[in-house]
Structure formats: C-alpha cells, structure tokens
C-alpha cells in the first residue's frame, strides 16, 4: 500500500516554464488536496477536490490549475512559473471530509525551484 | 476568519523531559482541532485531534492534548521526549462545513541528550 505518491520529489525550473506535479493515491480516498510550505510557515491549501470531476479554490489559487479526471489523481498545473512559486508543495488525501473525523494522508512532498 | 498562533518558534528539551507545545486559534463557534507532525523531508502524519466531547485527547505516539475553550488553546503535551521526536510540529483548525484547514506556522522541537 503506496498511499499519496508525488512525483517528482525535485524540480528546478526557469521563470516562465510550466510543469506538473503528479499526485496519486491507492487508497480509494475522494478528497484531495494541495498545499504548498514556504519556509517558517504552516501549510497553506492551494486547491482541493472533494471527488472526480470536481475542484474548488483553496486559500492561494493564483498560478496554478488543477484537475481530477479520476478518484486516483490529482496533478497540480503550473502554467508560467513565477519566482514566488519557489516552495515545497504536498499532496494530501482522505477518504471523508475534515468535518467526519477522517484525517488527511500525506505524500513526501516536492521541492520547487523558479531560477 | 479562523486562525491559529503557535507562540513558540524554536523549543529545546532533554530527552526525557517533559513537553508542552502551545496552541491558541481564533474562530467564532466550535473548532475541529489537529495536531500533525513534520520529520525532516516528509509529509505530515497526524498525531490527534478533537472534535467533540471529551477535552482531553489521546494520540499516538504518546502525545496527548488538552481543548480549553474558555483560553482558546489547545496544547500539545508529552510526558517523557524521546530523541525520535525531533520534528516540526503544527497545530491546525478546519471550519465546520469547509475543508480548508488552516495551519499554524509550526514549532521546531530540538531533543537534547
């Protein structure tokens, strides 16, 4: 049992590259989720999906998109990397809502570099 | 808007020693409260929560924490560290009806022989 799975765990982009980061999980989980942590801060939701085919905006959406074509996936889009996007962005699963006593798994993380 | 303080950046304790990490959040009615904790370069694992009933919640790992609505805290407490936890800690409240959960900014717990 994998659990959340984000690929890759580095990256090192160029101002105005784009890319995805892949998020998978095997646990059947409907809500996802994305953050991002800069350093000395806490987590802050990006996007988050409470099942396939159904996306909301977290607390910084600006410069990302997301999609979830299947319960599976998750991936995070970013369209023309921005310095400010330079941080380390985790992917969370869990099978219910915050609200029904289901907590949240998490991936290991990606690193993000915007040079 | 909801919010959540973690008053101590940085915390040094000998192993063995007792600990408590502090929490205060800010939100109108009754929060649902998380502890998670960070170890260097993975994901966040949760330790506890509380959403109703009793104050005092267990977790794993030997961690427990204490609801008091009445300071609005929700410390995190162990009574004997291990070097093994050395991690980051958060405190985080989500919003009844929503799923954004929000963190507080995390405190480094450094264990010292």
């Known amino acids: 049992n994998a659990g959340v799975t984000q690929t890759p765990k580095f990256r090192i982009l160029k101002i105005g590259q784009s890319m995805t980061l892949q998020c998978t999980q095997d646990m059947n989980h409907n809500y996802m989720y994305w953050y991002r942590q800069d350093p000395g801060m806490g987590l802050k939701l990006i996007y988050y999906?409470?099942?396939?085919?159904?996306?909301d905006k977290g607390e910084v959406p600006n410069g990302y998109n997301v999609s979830r074509s299947t319960t599976e996936d998750f991936p995070l889009r970013l369209e023309l990397a921005a310095p400010s996007q330079t941080s380390v962005y985790f992917c969370a699963s869990s099978y219910g809502s915050q609200n029904s006593n289901q907590p949240q798994h998490f991936g290991d993380g990606t690193r993000l570099s915007i040079l | 808007a909801q919010s959540v303080t973690q008053p101590d950046i940085h915390i040094t304790v000998s192993e063995g020693a007792s600990l408590e990490l502090r929490c205060n959040y800010s939100?109108?009615?009754?929060?649902?409260l998380f502890w998670y904790v960070q170890s260097p370069g993975q994901g966040l694992q949760l330790l506890l929560k509380?959403?109703?009933?009793?104050?005092l919640v267990q977790g794993i790992k030997g961690f427990e924490a204490e609801f008091k609505r009445s300071q609005s805290s929700f410390n995190l407490r162990k009574p004997s560290v291990h070097w093994s936890d050395a991690a980051e800690y958060f405190c985080a409240v989500v919003n009844f009806g929503n799923e954004k959960l929000t963190f507080g900014t995390g405190t480094r717990l450094t264990i010292i022989p």
């Open positions: 999906s409470v099942g396939a085919g159904i996306t």
């Open positions: 509380y959403f109703s009933g009793d104050t």
């Open positions: 939100y109108g009615a009754t929060p649902y």
